[in-house]
């Protein structure tokens, strides 16, 4: 019974988890300190081929930051336009091997994300270009979503690569009471849910916001995004309940991880699980919106 009511009251009282990923670093090294001296589970997303590129992930990478490489993809904006951007018209060889050359040009990248791709990331032969080579080299997918039609998830799971998408972008207005209502924002998300992702950009009122807000943050938990593509229901369950399993499901459809290799069903669908005994129905009525998970014992 005490056993019981420690793990209702340990499951009750999780903190949700909110990553936050800071786009388009590579180009200013005093910049890059400054997003650098923010709390190092901050997680970093650098252009390839830019100036201070190999720097920055260095330095990241010694203070224990995730660094991840954002690749230039097509938009349907052609206004927009980074150097070495890959496009539609690329053969898949082309793009496997402009993929490969950007990834050997910043060192020990954990995952990689899509700097705009409206276009590229709707259409699935080029996507599985991109995907073939992150399978290869064990990283993950962050699907910044600039469209809604992308198909990136869907494409992950067909390669085996794990992947997470964004829920928030921090400062697409750059007006200081539209970044603290998109924060407070993913803050809900976070802690209703379970989990959010944060895509924000280097920009100085969004540097000035984090540097403030991040020191005062509580009641949720500030976590690197590669740790969120291991599911919520898999961490806790192995930080409670003591042993893992792997989900294919997130907790709710919006931002979905992806574990494509588990094709089978599995008592934890959705991150609830199909048993409900007293102490999953004890923590569903006290915390109804909560990540829902408990061992399915």
């Not at 997918?141 to 921090?170: E, H, K, N, Q, Y």
């Not at 003591?242 to 588990?262: A, D, L, N």
């Not at 919106?289 to 014992?297: F, G």
């Amino acid at each position: 019974m005490l056993t019981s009511l420690a793990l209702f009251f340990h499951l009750s009282a999780y903190a949700g988890q909110l990553a936050i990923v800071i786009d388009d670093m590579g180009y200013s090294r005093d910049v890059g300190d400054r997003v650098l001296a923010l709390p190092s589970a901050v997680s970093i997303a650098i252009l390839p081929f830019t100036p201070q590129a190999m720097a920055l992930a260095a330095h990241a990478q010694a203070i224990g930051m995730d660094v991840l490489l954002h690749q230039p993809l097509e938009s349907e904006n052609q206004s927009i336009r980074t150097a070495r951007t890959l496009t539609l018209n690329m053969s898949p060889e082309d793009i496997k091997r402009e993929v490969k050359a950007a990834l050997k040009s910043i060192p020990g990248v954990k995952g990689v994300s899509n700097h705009t791709g409206s276009r590229f990331t709707q259409d699935v032969p080029s996507m599985n270009a991109l995907m073939s080579v992150i399978s290869s080299h064990g990283l993950f997918f962050l699907d910044s979503r600039t469209t809604a039609r992308t198909v990136a998830m869907r494409v992950a799971t067909d390669w085996g690569v794990p992947a997470v998408r964004r829920d928030v972008f921090l400062d697409h207005n750059r007006q200081l009471k539209a970044i603290d209502a998109a924060f407070r924002r993913a803050i809900v998300i976070a802690n209703d849910r379970g989990y959010a992702i944060i895509i924000a950009h280097p920009h100085d009122i969004t540097l000035q916001f984090l540097e403030k807000r991040l020191p005062t943050l509580q009641g949720t938990t500030l976590v690197p995004v590669s740790r969120l593509t291991t599911s919520p229901s898999e961490y806790l369950v192995t930080k409670v309940v003591g042993f893992s399993r792997r989900t294919q499901h997130s907790i709710y459809s919006q931002s979905p991880f992806v574990h494509p290799k588990v094709r089978h069903s599995d008592p934890l669908v959705d991150g609830v699980p199909l048993t409900r005994g007293s102490i999953a129905n004890a923590i569903l009525s006290a915390r109804p919106n909560a990540l829902k998970i408990v061992s399915a014992w």
